[in-house]
């Protein structure tokens, strides 16, 4: 059977999470949420008072944490040192930290290492913004999902919503805008799509559909749903 490294990128608000889980499902992989490992850091440094403009200090903050994320009774969990952190990473603040903490390069390079090392023996989807050009280049099948930057918007608006956070379209459109440009010009693997990616753009399509389209795709490179998986 053959276990595929499947790589999905693409700007905030394109869906990768919900999508990726759904691939995962649909397959019976593992799913791994890069974006979850930053936003687990930004959480630390935030709550340790460690400055967002420091990256020294965020690289020897990423040194000396122990991120773990694990699939319990499906659903995915983050523990920050032991300590589950899953719903504390989700909220605006954090998201907003996670964004600086990215840019970091020492940052990134203690994170994409511990990426490499859970998703190299296949049988996983993984997630994030520079999975397909860094963390895995070489994986079997790369995505790049995108959206108008108005339905990302409004995508990320009602993942706000739904947990009590009651923000502006304006203003959720403007930090989507704020967003794209600052993951796009990093020096440090700026979010661009690979060039054996497939563009998958998921304006008009909702999460289902974008999920069983790249099982589709998945399947025709030789994937197989294994036993217990949701299949087709």
């Known amino acids: ?14 869906g990768k999470s919900t999508v990726a889980r759904r691939v995962a499902s ?3 992989y593992s799913y791994l949420d890069s974006g979850a490992m930053y936003r687990a850091l930004a959480w630390k440094a ?6 967002l403009d420091s990256p020294a200090r965020l690289a ?14 499906g659903e995915l969990r983050v523990r920050v040192d032991g300590s589950d952190v899953t ?7 954090v998201a907003r930290a996670a964004s600086q903490v990215a840019v970091a390069p020492g940052v990134r390079m203690v994170l ?4 490499r090392r859970a998703g190299q023996a296949g049988g996983v989807v993984m997630e994030g913004r520079d999975i397909g050009t860094v963390v ?3 994986a079997d099948l790369k995505i790049f999902l995108d959206a108008s930057v108005e339905v990302r918007a409004e995508r990320r608006r009602q993942e706000h919503l739904a947990k009590g956070e009651a923000l502006q379209f304006v203003q959720v459109l403007e930090e989507v805008r704020e967003r794209d440009q600052r993951d796009r010009e990093r020096a440090t693997s700026p979010l661009v799509r690979a060039p054996d990616a497939v563009l998958v753009d998921n304006t008009a399509m909702d999460a289902e559909e974008t999920a069983r389209l790249i099982v589709l795709l998945a399947r025709e490179m030789g994937a ?3 036993a217990g998986s949701a299949g087709l």
């Open 1 to 14: 059977m053959t276990r595929l490294i499947i790589a999905i990128d693409g700007p905030v608000g394109s």
């Open 112 to 115: 994409v290492d511990q990426q």
């Open 224 to 226: 197989e749903p294994q």
């Open 26 to 28: 649909l397959l019976g």
């Open 87 to 93: 719903a504390a990473i989700r909220s605006a603040d």
């Open 46 to 51: 935030l709550a340790g008072g460690v400055p």
């Open 136 to 138: 895995f280049p070489d």
């Open 60 to 73: 020897a903050l990423a040194q000396a944490t122990r991120i773990d994320l694990a699939q319990e009774a």
